[in-house]
């Protein structure tokens, strides 16, 4: 948690799959770009996390020639529940925060082709990335603002929370029809456009208005 050594127990994280238009397009899933399907869900497992203040290191993975950053508001859930109604869904929210769904896109892109999972590609070690995370009783829930990412200085992502196809109410109630959801669960809302590959030694800085922000190193 942002200011205090206290450390938020990760139950299960949960990501949303093409939130953006402008990614969905620039992923070409034209139908979701333009409206005529939702976007989706997908998850990680717990232990795949690295989180914290300062210069977070995240391990290059084996296996992928092609590393891809995501720049996303990562939402913290205090309470769960089943079937949650849109009106009460942000009441389980606890915390924002910043982060990246790192992706081996060119592991993603084969499993794609041959419809298989795409777990090795979205979910493998130090997958999930998240900065300090900040109580809503200090930051609200932001529903607008800018979110961008810079890699070793330079703008690579840039959009508004407002651009989201499912904001976050609408996320958390959408989810919650599939499971179960519970304290300690993490829900990364999507990625704007932009997209784009890392190398090791490259210096991430990400952030979304009123939130910490979010510094990591590939190492």
């Given amino acids: 948690m942002v200011g205090s050594e206290l450390r938020f127990p990760v ?3 949960f990501c949303v799959g093409r939130n953006y238009a402008e990614h969905a397009r620039e992923m070409g899933a034209l139908a979701q770009a333009e409206g005529l399907e939702p976007p989706f869900f997908f998850t990680k497992p717990g232990d795949a996390l690295v989180g914290g203040d300062g210069e977070l290191a995240v391990a290059y993975p084996p296996l992928t020639r092609n590393l891809h950053h995501e720049v996303e508001m990562v939402v913290a859930l205090g309470a769960g529940g089943a079937d949650v109604d ?3 869904a942000l009441g389980l929210v606890f915390a924002y925060g910043v982060g990246l769904d790192l992706t081996r896109r060119d592991l993603q892109a084969i499993a794609k082709e041959k ?3 795409w777990d090795m590609g979205k979910g493998f070690d130090q997958s999930a990335v998240c900065g300090p995370l ?3 009783a200090e930051v609200g829930h932001p529903a607008s603002g800018a979110i961008w990412l810079k890699v070793n200085g330079e703008l690579r992502q840039r959009g508004d929370l407002a651009q989201m196809g ?7 109630a959408k989810l919650s029809t599939f499971v179960r959801l519970e304290a300690g669960d993490l829900i990364y809302s999507g990625t704007p456009a932009g997209v ?3 190398q090791r030694g490259d210096c991430l800085e990400g952030g979304v208005d009123g939130l910490p922000g979010l510094r990591a190193r590939i190492v």
Avoid: E, K
Avoid at 166 to 172: C, M
């Fill in 166 to 172: 499912w904001q976050v109410a609408n996320i958390i």
């Fill in 196 to 198: 784009g590959p890392l």
């Fill in 86 to 88: 849109v009106a009460a």
């Fill in 134 to 136: 900040a109580p809503v």
């Fill in 11 to 13: 139950r299960r994280i």
């Fill in 115 to 117: 419809g298989h999972p």
